[in-house]
């Protein structure tokens, strides 16, 4: 596996063993970076820090000076200015801050720490770089419904690029949660609910933020998987809200795309809000220190997330500030985010012995390599310059980018009687809804530097590729959670007049992201009204949803002839929508996350358990595990997603059908278009373990192949299955297998038949 590297002048000032962890998968190598001295030049710092200073290295607040969308996100401390932070600065109070306002700001700042402060230690400037900078990329659900990994290192690799130019080391990205609530707000920011897609997304990110020249290069931003751990997995989808599952589903399930991002080398990791069985993540020993450090030999940073140490009072966790600097301390997060607790109280409780000297050396010496990593020490302005700051953003480039992954994150849920693609000429086509037109609600939530008022809509999409821009009319017809007066007969008029109707409804970009639980995962009442009053004029009408998470579909809505889930886009969000309605390319994606029948069946994932009592026919069956209005099963699966092409499946091969202990099983099916329009298939491989010491799921995802198909041609793919890719965590919590008979499907979604058959793991 390919990882980042550390460049050979970071090696010779000493990064030493945290160089070898970064560049280097090996567990040895991971354990050992920990456990040996850092570079000379660092534990020289160290010996001649006083303790408030090292307090310092370990405190990392919000910046004063921001703009309005990061005081929005991350409201700064009271009484916080531009004037108290520098004087943190020179105290050697303060390791950083986090969304800032560019260059500006950070070379003030960065020159008072290297020039007036006792220590001169070079200050870690980082940001919620989620999904773009200045450019902004679709959702990472969205793009995670690409079904490739390499548009998410792309993508990544973009922000990356125009975050550094602005004076950023350090991103709180990516997301690595996996989400099986739709409820859940912050579902839009992780890759969906399937452990296999979220490992592939989780180290493409890192790769892309973190580069693959190394982290000291002028254009890589340190990334940090969060939020470790199971906060995807929140009670009833409420934000922040408890958690309590078994280990095995830990390591099964919620462990797994961590694990991927450490592999590709990232250097930090968040802790969560949530508890884990009655214990905080913050302060959670045998998570933070028994698995990750020791189990897992992780090497770099745990920064705790907004306020999580002193959000353990609310918790019930802790008594006070001081024992809540104390547990998370000891527990093992190393950096504390914006409540000053460490600052405040670590000296205190180093001197009467509640902290050890050592625990206090140690996480200030991973804040320190981190720092060198980064290139910090040879040269602290290299991620600021001001002419980067306005050449590297929002190229033409990234801005092409940008379009082509909206296109690429586009999923085509129906496509009745090939409604889609529209014609470019001779149809009148009216926009109708809240998201028909107008710069908002375009780039979606969690952008700090992104702009709605830079990026374009879906009128302004339509009408550049249309041969008669005259031709196009957009009306609101309501707003997004309330109607508008005169709004639906206007709407009427409009699809009256026309030949075809887009209908552009769903979620407006508040309604998801963080604290944005939803109990009815459902298009507001008012937008439904407006869908059936459309409906009611006969028009063909294409939906193009607007969402942050897996809805229920209902009414006008889901009985539309074409459902397009477009997401939240980003800056190309009009151009990218209207590409694929008008053909100018096809669409690919698939469903990160099932869409159910019902808000009712969340938490809702496709690779749940059979029960003892499966209802194995299409018809609703008395005594068996489903609900009585619905089967147990999505409306749309789980990698569901049309193209313009007609795709068959068949010619499954398994070769003997035997997988031998320490052999491979080649799996070969064909993939056949019979229209008239070339596709892009998401090919999906889900394996079933037919009988197991721990029941399995009734299917689980194992590997996916986009592949090109021409008109009227087809395709042979290939995959290769090893025992490795069958293991589960077994009866003593660890990776296992057992011999015994699997099924497989090559299908085009998780709950398609494709083509299906059965081969057995054969001991050794």
């Not at 770089?129 to 973009?158: K, M, N, Y």
């Not at 930090?268 to 009655?278: L, Q, V």
């Not at 693609?421 to 001779?426: A, F, I, K, V």
């Not at 699809?495 to 604290?515: C, K, N, P, T, Y």
Request: glycine content about 10%; some cysteine; hydrophobic content about 45%.
């Amino acid at each position: 596996m390919e990882t980042s590297s550390i460049s050979r002048r970071a090696m010779l000032l000493g990064a030493g063993a945290v160089t070898a962890w970064a560049t280097s998968p090996a567990r040895a190598l991971l354990a050992a970076a920990d456990q040996v001295d850092a570079s000379p030049m660092i534990e020289s710092l160290i010996a001649r820090m006083t303790v408030a200073e090292k307090a310092g290295q370990l405190t990392l607040n919000a910046a004063a000076w921001a703009g309005g969308a990061a005081n929005a996100l991350n409201p700064i401390k009271a009484g916080a200015t531009f004037e108290t932070q520098l004087a943190e600065v020179r105290d050697g109070h303060l390791t950083g801050v986090f969304n800032g306002h560019g260059t500006d700001m950070a070379q003030r700042m960065q020159s008072t720490a290297v020039r007036e402060s006792r220590m001169k230690i070079p200050l870690l400037f980082a940001a919620d770089v989620i999904h773009g900078f200045r450019t902004v990329f679709p959702v990472p659900l969205a793009e995670a419904g690409s079904f490739d990994p390499d548009l998410a290192e792309s993508t990544a690799r973009a922000a990356a690029v125009e975050a550094s130019a602005a004076g950023i080391d350090w991103t709180f990205a990516p997301m690595v949660d996996i989400a099986r609530d739709q409820r859940w707000g912050r579902g839009v920011e992780g890759a969906g609910e399937d452990v296999f897609l979220g490992r592939m997304m989780a180290a493409a990110r890192v790769r892309g933020f973190q580069g693959r020249k190394g982290l000291a290069a002028d254009d890589a931003v340190m990334a940090c998987a969060k939020h470790f751990a199971a906060y995807g997995a929140a009670e009833a989808g409420l934000d922040y809200n408890s958690v309590d599952v078994s280990e095995r589903t830990l390591r099964d399930v919620y462990f797994p795309p961590f694990q991927a991002a450490f592999d590709a080398g990232v250097l930090s990791t968040m802790a969560s809000f949530n508890e884990i069985s009655g214990v905080p993540a913050t302060a959670n020993p045998w998570l933070l220190d028994t698995v990750l450090r020791k189990e897992w030999g992780f090497g770099g940073l745990v920064v705790s997330d907004y306020t999580g140490d002193e959000e353990l009072i609310a918790h019930g966790f802790a008594a006070d500030a001081r024992e809540a600097t104390r547990l998370a301390f000891l527990a093992g997060v190393d950096m504390s985010m914006q409540s000053s607790f460490y600052r405040d109280h670590l000296p205190a409780l180093v001197a009467s012995g509640a902290v050890p000297m050592a625990r206090l050396d140690q996480a200030v010496r991973r804040v320190l390599r981190v720092k060198q990593a980064l290139g910090l020490f040879d040269n602290p302005f290299r991620r600021i310059d001001a002419k980067r700051e306005r050449t590297r953003v929002r190229t033409r480039a990234n801005l092409a980018l940008a379009r082509d992954a909206g296109r690429r994150s586009i999923v085509l849920l129906k496509n009745d009687g090939d409604l889609l693609p529209l014609p470019r000429s001779g149809k009148r086509i009216a926009l109708i809804g809240p998201f028909a037109q107008g710069q908002k609600d375009l780039i979606g939530p969690w952008n700090v530097y992104g702009s709605d008022s830079e990026a374009v809509d879906l009128l302004t999409g339509v009408r550049a590729v249309v041969a008669d821009a005259g031709m196009v009319t957009a009306t609101a017809g309501s707003g997004i959670e309330q109607a508008l007066p005169g709004g639906i007969d206007a709407a009427v008029a409009a699809a009256r007049a026309a030949d075809i109707v887009v209908l552009a409804i769903g979620e407006g970009q508040h309604m998801s992201g963080e604290a944005q639980s939803r109990d009815a995962i459902v298009i507001p009442a008012p937008q439904l009204a407006l869908a059936a009053a459309v409906a009611a004029t006969g028009k063909p009408i294409v939906v193009a949803l607007r969402n942050g998470r897996a809805l229920e579909l209902s009414g006008a809505v889901l009985d539309a002839p074409a459902i397009l889930v477009t997401w939240f886009l980003g800056s190309q969000s009009g151009p990218a929508i209207a590409d694929i309605l008008f053909g100018l390319a096809a669409p690919s994606a698939r469903l990160p996350a099932s869409f159910p029948f019902s808000t009712g069946q969340e938490p809702y994932h496709y690779a749940h358990k059979s029960t003892g009592r499966p209802n194995l026919t299409e018809q609703l069956t008395e005594y068996k595990a489903h609900y009585r209005e619905a089967p147990n099963a999505a409306r749309f699966a789980f990698g569901h997603g049309l193209t313009y092409g007609k795709i068959a499946y068949g010619n499954l091969q398994l070769g003997t059908g035997k997988l031998a202990w320490d052999g491979e099983l080649t799996v070969r099916a064909t993939i056949t278009n019979d229209g008239s329009r070339a596709a892009d298939e998401v090919v999906q491989l889900y394996i079933h373990d037919v009988a197991a010491s721990i029941t399995r799921p009734v299917r689980e995802l194992k590997a996916f192949r986009r592949v090109r198909v021409a008109a009227g041609a087809q395709v042979e793919v290939v995959f290769t299955l090893k025992r490795a890719d069958l293991l589960f965590i077994g009866t003593a919590l660890k990776p296992t297998v057992e011999p015994g008979q699997f099924r497989i499907w090559v299908a085009p979604s998780a709950q398609a038949e494709g083509v299906s058959g059965t081969f057995d793991l054969v001991a050794s």
